[in-house]
């Protein structure tokens, strides 16, 4: 049984829809919850994991999560994920984890300087995260992005870290799992997607897998990381 | 109540108001001694201007309702009739009503392509959630002038982006558009903007005002003095002189709109919301008029009240102001706290700024001062706002259109058109253009991963979805207003039909040049004909829309004329939706629909041959209707693997559009009964490239030879590529692929 909840900014647009595929991976008939959590309180209703959904939190005119890291709810999901809380960011809540330094790396304006919305594909860089340990190594997995501040940057000495901390979780790859340059749409370092913190407990990544978890919509490849969530959360 | 001697007297400008200030506001002599009978005095400036722009052309029809008038607008489907309602109203079933419309931000967008395409989009998702409907997608119909020109790039990707970066932001995905390119838009592009939402049909929130004493509130951000006059602006000819009304030109934000968008849906929930309107085109002398008169009553409004954005705003300024994310709503009295909670909740201001009253007048006070005393009703469309019946006549160039000869154009080399079609900029991937909007939010577009000739979109919680195209060819509208247009009609109708859906409504978006000149008056009468025809043929009502006139610049004529169809379509069982796409090799194509000799007004006589002035393409409404009849009883008998109708470019265009996606080939026969160009090449109507697997074959063709009364024809098969064979031989192949896909980036990326 997990409690999981989804925090709405003032500028989310992705809660629904991240909400709708955790209720279908976490159904309630299984004594799941999932709950939303407002931006202005300061209450996570004994969550097991929070999730911060995509969108343009507060409008993000300055860089994108700049604004929302000061939020009163993110000054719990902090305290949260310090004492080792599961959270999860996708796409504008990955930027808002970046900003408030819960993970690693800044995403910065795609290479093309457009906002890009694809299918684009993912493959596992390790199994060892909850986020990924549903993922058979080396497949790829079909997950749309949909940003224009997308590109995760980190030194040269970050990247390294990364990497000997094993937090790289997901790649971008082409259609058979290589991770190839062509097959980097924004530019990301190392062909980034989604990155842990040291400890493992936080993660952001950019691809969407809620807009991935429907066979009505022709994709199911998200489940790949909410049914992970689930079942790698422990709860 | 009169107020004649405080309001005359009350701003240094009324010194000397004549005809020359109101001609100066844009007014003709005839309007100005009407404001003056209706008043029984002169007016002051203030209310000049509140004539001014609510007589402009963009608020009061006023040279175009005689014509629309006459538009087919009654289907067992319709909530609100057209111009009843900010936007059109359709019943979908279970309980649901569809909110659907289009509108033009052309002038805008031809001086700030950024902002002016950015508003268009926040313009028309108010008019859709004003209505309680929470929208659930988005659609835009562009046009530019000359491709190759760096003033042409400039605008395509200022508003592209403007489109991407407001829609985005604010949620809702956008599925699908138009965007052609031709010399006519050179000057003045055409940009308009469509979204479609949900509403519950008892939670219908409407645009009136009543109950005296009932408070008046604006809602969301505070006003400015942009896009004042900005609805004068939009009701005359681009000129040298536009680029210094560029303070007509609105400014938008995307955040204020998503928390308005969620403030106002939660507002009208509470049931306490008597009505709302959003500030769109003359700001808040639009709203608190066309209101009033709807629900026959009076407003009492302290301007003094508005917040605003800059300090000695005067009282014009502050009616007239088209500042971005405001609405206007009037509050069941008792209820002020749970709505001003509503709002408080989402950071929005939400200021009193008026009572309703019995008076039928609207009374602006500044600082407790009368400074525009007018009746509501005398304002508005159907009220008292004028109405011209414009003189028209057939403009010269049709003589031409009539004279071109097909049998003089020798066939010509059939790859080389092949490859001049598919990397044509009006006919290669818009891919350039769809990845920079976010289609996908709200995670119901069924189109992302299996795209189909219109947009379709799940209606959350039900099984249903919606269809939803724009379609116009301004070329062939320019050759036949008439029949262009039905064809704009048929082809929106074909599009939605394919994708499995049945049409149900229309919205229109009429962009014509100056109707002050009879030729271009003639193609809006002859356009609206044709739409008439048509839209009875199919069955489906206009709900409503935009006319935009003035589409010209004063030394290069007249754009195209261009009357945007935005077709609603319905599929009851979502599990119907059929993708454009060939499957697998061995399965065969058909070709529904008639064959003719007709290469008229094609991409390829226009742009490969180079004859600008030729007839409009074969049309018969009846056989087009029998086709989209047979379409949609194959797709729900689940005949057909894929649906595709001949559009742009004629058959070969959409062959291979069908193979590309998952880079297979066909193989094809012509029929020797017609031309080969014609067949290949020619936009002749009514025609859709069906595949069907061979399990499903015998079945297929026994309910075509039994039961469909169509012209049909088989005509070859998917293969697994890479060529694409006519008559045995390979004209081109799959390698085209990667040049149809970036004609658009190498032009504008």
Redesign the interface.
């Known amino acids: 049984m997990a409690k999981f909840g989804v925090v709405v900014f003032?500028?989310s647009?992705?809660d629904?829809?991240m909400v709708?595929?955790l209720r279908s991976v976490a159904p309630e008939a299984e004594g799941h919850q999932v709950i939303k959590l407002w931006h202005k309180d300061h209450d996570l209703q004994g969550v097991d994991v929070v999730i911060l959904p995509?969108?343009?939190s507060?409008?993000?005119?300055l860089r994108s999560g700049a604004i929302a890291r000061f939020s009163p709810i993110m000054t719990e999901v902090i305290n949260f994920a310090n004492k080792g809380g599961h959270v999860m960011g996708v796409c504008n809540g990955f930027q808002i984890l970046a900003e408030a330094g819960l993970v690693p790396g800044a995403l910065l304006h795609n290479t093309?300087r457009?906002?890009?919305?694809?299918?684009v594909n993912v493959t596992a860089t390790t199994t060892n995260s909850p986020f990924s340990a549903e993922a058979v190594p080396g497949q790829a997995y079909t997950i749309?992005i949909?940003h224009?501040e997308g590109r995760f940057f980190i030194n040269a000495d970050g990247l390294k870290s990364l990497q000997d901390n094993d937090q790289i979780i997901y790649q971008y790859c082409d259609a058979t799992g290589q991770v190839t340059d062509d097959a980097n749409p924004n530019g990301s370092v190392y062909n980034i997607a989604g990155v842990s913190n040291k400890a493992g407990n936080v993660f952001g990544m950019m691809p969407?897998p809620?807009?991935a978890?429907?066979a009505?919509?022709?994709?199911t490849d998200g489940f790949v990381v909410l049914k992970g969530l689930l079942m790698g959360v422990g709860v | 109540m009169s107020s004649s001697s405080a309001t005359t007297n009350n701003q240094s400008s009324n010194a000397a108001i004549t005809f020359r200030t109101a001609q100066k506001l844009g007014l003709l002599e005839e309007e100005f001694e009407r404001i003056k009978e209706i008043l029984g005095r002169v007016p002051n400036f203030t209310e000049l201007s509140i004539f001014s722009v609510m007589w402009s052309e963009h608020c009061s029809y006023k040279n175009s309702i005689v014509w629309l008038k006459t538009l087919p607008k009654d289907s067992p489907r319709m909530l609100a009739k057209a111009g009843e309602e900010n936007a059109g109203l359709v019943d979908i079933g279970g309980g649901l009503a569809c909110s659907f419309k289009i509108e033009s931000h052309n002038h805008p967008s031809a001086l700030e392509p950024y902002q002016g395409a950015a508003t268009g989009v926040g313009g028309i998702n108010r008019d859709i959630f004003t209505m309680g409907a929470r929208p659930i997608a988005q659609l835009n119909s562009l046009r530019f002038g000359n491709p190759d020109l760096e003033r042409t790039k400039w605008l395509v990707r200022g508003v592209v982006k403007g489109i991407g970066d407001y829609g985005n932001a604010f949620g809702v995905p956008t599925v699908g558009g138009e965007l052609y390119f031709d010399d006519c838009y050179q000057v003045n592009p055409l940009v308009n903007a469509f979204s479609a939402g949900i509403v519950e049909v008892d939670k219908v929130a409407r645009a009136t005002s009543y109950g005296v004493g009932n408070p008046v509130y604006i809602v969301g951000s505070a006003t400015g003095k942009d896009g004042i006059h900005g609805a004068t602006f939009a009701s005359e000819d681009i000129g040298a002189h536009s680029a210094a009304k560029l303070p007509a030109v609105q400014v938008g934000d995307p955040f204020q709109e998503k928390l308005l968008l969620e403030a106002t849906l939660e507002a009208i929930a509470t049931g306490y919301v008597i009505g709302i309107q959003d500030m769109g085109a003359a700001g808040i002398i639009c709203s608190t008029s066309e209101m009033s008169a709807k629900g026959e009553h009076g407003m009492t409004i302290w301007l003094d009240k508005v917040p605003t954005r800059q300090a000695d705003m005067l009282p014009w300024e502050i009616l007239l102001s088209e500042s971005q994310e405001r609405m206007l709503v009037v509050i069941d009295k008792g209820h002020e706290q749970e709505i001003k909670a509503i709002f408080d909740k989402w950071d929005l201001n939400c200021a009193l700024i008026g009572e309703v009253t019995n008076t039928e007048r609207l009374h602006f006070y500044m600082h407790g001062e009368l400074v525009a005393d007018v009746p509501a009703d005398d304002l508005v469309l159907g009220g008292g706002a004028p109405v011209y019946h414009r003189e028209y006549k057939e403009p010269a160039y049709t003589a031409e259109v009539a004279a071109f000869n097909p049998s003089k154009v020798p066939q010509p080399d059939y790859a080389s058109v092949a490859n001049h079609l598919l990397t044509h900029p009006n006919i290669a991937s818009r891919r350039w253009v769809a990845r920079q909007y976010d289609s996908m939010v709200g995670t119901g577009t069924l189109t992302t991963n299996k795209p189909s000739d219109a947009g379709v979109v799940m209606v959350k919680g039900t099984n249903k979805a919606i269809a939803i195209c724009v379609d116009c060819n301004g070329r062939y509208v320019h050759a036949n207003p008439e029949k262009g247009t039905a064809i704009a009609v048929a082809e929106a109708a074909r599009n939605v039909v394919c994708s499995g859906g049945t049409p149900i409504a229309i919205t229109n978006n009429l962009n014509f040049g100056n109707p002050y000149n009879p030729e271009v008056y003639w193609q809006f009468v002859s356009a609206i004909k044709g739409m008439t025809t048509a839209c009875l043929k199919f069955g489906t009502p206009v709900t409503g829309g935009n006319v935009s006139f003035y589409n010209q610049s004063n030394d290069g004529g007249a754009v195209f004329p261009t009357p945007t169809i935005g077709m609603l379509g319905l599929l009851d069982n979502a599990a119907n939706h059929t993708g454009l796409a060939f499957a697998q090799p061995d399965d065969l194509i058909y070709l529904l629909g008639p064959s003719t000799d007709d290469i008229g007004s094609s991409q390829y006589v226009y742009s490969y041959l180079g004859i600008k002035l030729s007839t409009a393409p074969y049309l018969d409404l009846d056989i087009e209707w029998n086709v989209q009849q047979v379409v949609s009883n194959s797709i729900k008998s689940g005949y057909i693997q894929s649906a595709h109708d001949v559009s742009d470019g004629g058959l070969l265009v959409t062959l291979a559009e069908s193979a590309m996606p998952k880079d297979l080939g066909f193989s094809i026969q012509t029929n020797p009964d017609v031309r080969k160009d014609a067949f290949l090449f020619g936009e002749g109507q009514s025609r859709v490239v069906v595949s069907v697997s061979p399990g499903q074959k015998a079945e297929f063709e026994r309910y075509l030879v039994q039961e469909a009364n169509i012209p049909w024809a088989k005509l070859g098969v998917v293969t697994k590529g890479p060529a694409y064979v006519v008559d045995g031989q390979e004209l081109i192949n799959n390698s085209i692929k990667d040049a149809y896909d970036t004609v658009l980036e190498k032009l504008f990326g």
Not at chain 1, 216 to 219: C, F, I, R
């Open positions: 003032p500028g647009n992705c629904e829809d709708l595929a995509g969108g343009f507060y409008g993000d005119y093309g457009s906002f890009i919305c694809r299918n749309p949909a224009g969407h809620e807009r978890a429907s009505l919509l022709g994709n």
